[in-house]
């Protein structure tokens, strides 16, 4: 017998741990693709499968999965073609629940339809994976075991959140408190309150009650039932005068219910966004031991979120249970996901923008940055799918794909408005990203930001950004715009060191930024000074309100409320609050300026103007209006290649140069390159 070396079996183990792809080849020609037949068996039998090729032009039979990967290290083994593979948990618990005992099944399974380790298959197999999804006859989305547990799994973004099983005595009563309004709106729109005896305890029930009870729920609020028609409360057994009603707590633990369903890591991912919007069926998903249609999830949120904002919208905290401190873009996800659906099977325009794709899946995770782009591939028209995307594939690095992304989205809108969604000088994950591109893997910011503001101004007026017109343009890592420089940075207050600031640090940082700008500028004026701090807000209307010089009412108010804090300690508006009517005094003017303080840094120009901008703002930064750009930009002048470039450092508010007034006449722009 011939002696076979240590190198060998090396070779000979690597050789068939490949063996399930390489005995299943695909033609790139006809748009090949692996199909995993699960082969039937009993519930405690171990998993076999075996491959077989198809191309997609025959409109072959098979299921397509959406799942979470789960972590590579835990896996438990299946048999695929005869050979050993270690599916990850996830992967194999959802193999086990779809498994028949009576009939193989066609299964288009990622992990294992793709040969992973092979680049140039894994770029092949991109360029179908929308078709991958859109011919599949069924659809199925994993979101694992729903068990007693299960309160316990609920996962909440924020951490705060309280789950109605460990609400203490105090806390129901607290919330009984908050939620006393609520009361008085749904007898008033003709609620009526359950007897406590025809209502479940929850406790008592069991999982396939609580879960059945959720999903009609959510079936009568997607069929339109408003909110008050829904045992929000009970008849109290204490039938005094006062508490003859009670908060429903059963109602608080189906709504614990439809947020465990939301707090599914499947809803995190990427990839999971194109794997349930493409299918042209509705798709299953899979809370073992119980499956149900997507579309019943979906239709009931975003109805009760419409009702919630609209008509219903006086009995939101407890129909929602807000004070329970769930955060609601994980509702929003869901909604998301809804309206695309409802794009891809109803509409015609069939695809997103790339800006819609993008906003979609900034607050999901990948392994892999890339996946940021290649994960809503599919979901862009198919156009730009076949010829401007044509090439893309993992030899590209994350920063060559996020940038020239980048470029797109401002081409395609004219506009520089995204600017604010940049990188600027802030360190990124992503090595070597430009300044000026977005990094498609980092999560927004929440709330009402200046990602969001600087719309609300015209400081370029009816410019536009010409943008990138020959596709070679679109490589590298520079960005050319045009220009009209307004100013220099002179002097900067301290960088705030909190997210978030309590009311005696923002007392302090805004008399901070007062006497730099006294200082600086000799001047005992404020006007100038509060129109920077504010942004040219006007507290007595939304906050989206569109820009305009304060006028000399608004600023009379400011200095009177400033006085009566610096004299009393008391922050509140001088003027009664019009929106609650109920003659109490508001926060509007310490809100503004709270969020100002948190989100930027005061300075002033060399030219004595005030102005608010990012926090990595320095003096000798430049100022300058950019066409197609709302606001003013902070730029960092440095040198490459022996040439004058910028950095690009973040949007601002500059006194002065908001509305236009750079553009008035014959501007002069200047071609400036960033990088």
């Given at each position: ?611 608010l901008g990012p926090h990595d703002v320095q003096p000798f930064d430049e100022v300058y209006v950019l066409a197609g750009c709302q ?45």
């Amino acid at each position: 017998m011939e002696m076979i070396d240590d190198s060998d079996n090396d070779i000979d183990l690597a050789v068939m741990e490949q063996m399930p792809w390489l005995e299943t080849p695909l033609d790139t020609r006809r748009s090949c693709i692996r199909i995993l037949k699960l082969h039937k068996g009993a519930n405690d039998s171990p998993i076999t499968c075996s491959l077989q090729v198809a191309a997609l032009d025959d409109d072959p039979e098979y299921e397509s999965l959406s799942y979470v990967w789960g972590d590579p290290a835990e896996t438990k083994p299946i048999t695929v073609n005869g050979e050993t593979f270690n599916a990850t948990e996830n992967l194999a618990d959802f193999l086990h629940c779809l498994r028949l005992q009576i009939a193989d099944r066609l299964l288009w399974v990622d992990a294992i339809c793709i040969d992973q380790r092979n680049d140039k298959e894994k770029n092949g197999q991109l360029r179908l994976m929308a078709r991958i999804y859109r011919q599949a006859k069924e659809a199925h989305i994993w979101f694992g075991y729903f068990s007693h547990s299960w309160s316990s799994e609920i996962i909440c973004d924020s951490g705060k959140y309280i789950r109605a099983s460990e609400m203490t005595p105090h806390q129901w009563t607290e919330a009984e408190r908050i939620c006393r309004g609520d009361l008085r709106h749904f007898l008033k729109a003709g609620g009526k309150p359950e007897q406590q005896h025809k209502l479940f305890h929850s406790e008592k029930q069991s999982c396939e009650e609580l879960l059945s009870q959720t999903l009609d729920v959510l079936d009568r609020a997607a069929d339109g039932m408003h909110l008050h028609e829904f045992p929000l409360f009970l008849v109290s057994y204490d039938v005094s005068k006062d508490d003859r009603f009670a908060m429903n707590r059963h109602w608080l633990t189906i709504l614990d219910c439809i947020r465990w369903l939301l707090s599914r890591r499947w809803w995190t991912r990427v990839w999971t966004l194109q794997e349930a919007v493409l299918p042209r069926v509705d798709s299953f998903i899979h809370a073992h031991p119980y499956s149900f249609r997507i579309s019943r999830l979906l239709n009931g949120i975003d109805s009760m979120i419409k009702h919630r904002l609209g008509c219903c919208k006086d009995l939101g905290r407890l129909f929602l249970g807000e004070f329970q401190s769930f955060p609601f873009n994980q509702y929003i996800r869901a909604i998301t996901l809804h309206d695309h659906r409802e794009r891809f099977t109803e509409l015609e325009s069939q695809w997103l923008t790339l800006e819609e794709a993008v906003s979609s899946t900034q607050a999901r995770k990948a392994t892999d940055p890339r996946d940021h782009f290649f994960g809503i591939l599919g979901l862009l028209p198919q156009v730009w799918q076949d010829i401007r995307f044509r090439d893309y594939d993992y030899s590209y690095t994350a920063a060559e794909i996020f940038g020239q992304c980048t470029k797109l989205i401002y081409t395609n809108s004219y506009s520089l408005e995204q600017l604010s969604s940049a990188i600027g000088v802030k360190h990124s994950m992503v090595s070597e990203l430009p300044s000026w591109s977005i990094d498609l893997s980092n999560r927004l910011p929440n709330g009402d930001d200046d990602n969001h503001r600087w719309v609300l101004y015209d400081a370029a007026g009816q410019s536009r950004f010409e943008g990138v017109r020959l596709m070679h343009e679109l490589a590298g890592p520079s960005l050319a715009i045009k220009a009209i420089p307004i100013g220099t940075v002179g002097a900067c207050a301290r960088r705030v060191s909190h997210d978030r600031l309590h009311s005696n640090m923002v007392f302090s940082h805004i008399s901070e930024w007062q006497r730099l700008y006294e200082d600086y500028t000799d001047t005992l004026t404020t006007d100038r000074f509060w129109r920077a701090a504010f942004m040219d807000r006007d507290i007595w209307r939304n906050w989206r309100h569109k820009r305009k010089l304060l006028p000399r009412k608004r600023l009379d108010d400011i200095n009177r409320w400033w006085r009566s804090w610096n004299e009393t300690g008391d922050s509140q508006d001088l003027d009664l609050d019009k929106q609650a009517g109920d003659g109490s005094r508001g926060d509007y003017h310490y809100r503004a300026l709270k969020l100002n303080a948190e989100k930027h840094r005061f300075f002033c120009t060399a030219k004595y103007e005030p102005g608010l901008g990012p926090h990595d703002v320095q003096p000798f930064d430049e100022v300058y209006v950019l066409a197609g750009c709302q606001a003013p930009a902070i730029l960092r002048r440095v040198m490459r290649d022996g040439k004058a470039t910028f950095l690009f450092v973040g949007l601002c508010f500059v006194d002065g140069w908001m509305y236009g007034e750079a553009t008035f006449g014959q501007p002069e722009w200047q071609t400036a390159i960033l990088y």
